[in-house]
């Protein structure tokens, strides 16, 4: 069964740059192209989508959030990463990885709190 | 890109069947058969009931269902039950090769 866990800092100071990793186990993501994003979720609102990189290479941003997000993916660690920088309070929220297989739905990770606070 | 329009809460009595609509634009719900939903209980991470508007991951209850006309895609729960009530969200491709969540509904099951 396909699991992903996401970890990183669950604090990050203001102006600085917040980084996660997504590390996927019970399939690989190097076997097709998989599509891996980042969605996130202030405390008591609702998802927004952050962006998606194809294990192929290929990614698309949130247009709000594309002068200073950076998705990158590393299919020989079955991980994926999201950078996200000159963050502020604003971008306090839980972090959720998925992937997509081709052809599926998608999986979750259960999600990873970051606070922006100095 | 805009959110997806959704109702910002339902409500159904035990056994009853509801629908949650999500109304898009024709530059996403509209243009492609990549619509999702997915179900959020307080505290938990969002779990997909359906994707491709109609197709029930394995393991999914089959009193859930989706359907969509033109820009509006709609969840329908029947049989409704107590372990329902959760926060249902809907997503959808854009022709801007991104992806747009609607606002989130509340289920409340009376």
């Known amino acids: 069964q396909v699991q992903l866990q996401e970890s990183g800092p669950g604090l990050v100071k203001p102006s600085q740059t917040l980084s996660l990793t997504c590390t996927v186990s019970g399939g690989s993501i190097s076997s097709g192209s998989y599509s891996c994003y980042w969605i996130r979720q202030p405390a008591g609102k609702g998802l927004e989508w952050i962006g998606r990189v194809y294990t192929s290479g290929s990614a698309n941003y949130n247009p709000s959030l594309k002068s200073r997000v950076s998705i990158s993916v590393d299919t020989s660690k079955n991980q994926f990463s999201l950078k996200l920088t000159s963050v502020t309070a604003a971008d306090t929220a839980i972090y959720y990885c998925?992937?997509?297989?081709?052809?599926?739905?998608?999986?979750w990770g259960q999600g990873t709190l970051v606070t922006v606070s100095s | 890109q805009s959110a997806l329009t959704q109702p910002a809460s339902v409500s159904g009595s035990p056994g009853q069947s509801i629908t949650i609509s999500c109304t898009g634009t024709?530059?996403?719900?509209?243009?492609?058969?990549?619509v999702a939903w997915y179900q959020q209980h307080p505290g938990k991470a969002p779990k997909l009931m359906i994707y491709?508007?109609?197709t029930r991951p394995s393991g999914v209850s089959d009193r859930f269902s989706g359907s969509k006309s033109g820009n509006t895609a709609s969840l329908t729960i029947s049989g409704l039950q107590p372990e329902d009530e959760a926060d249902y969200y809907c997503?959808?491709?854009?022709?801007?090769?991104?992806?747009?969540f609607g606002g989130g509904t509340k289920l409340t099951v009376l």
């Open positions: 997503s959808s491709y854009t022709t801007s090769s991104t992806i747009v």
């Open positions: 491709d508007v109609t």
């Open positions: 998925a992937i997509q297989p081709p052809g599926e739905g998608d999986y």
């Open positions: 024709s530059s996403d719900v509209g243009s492609y058969n990549y």
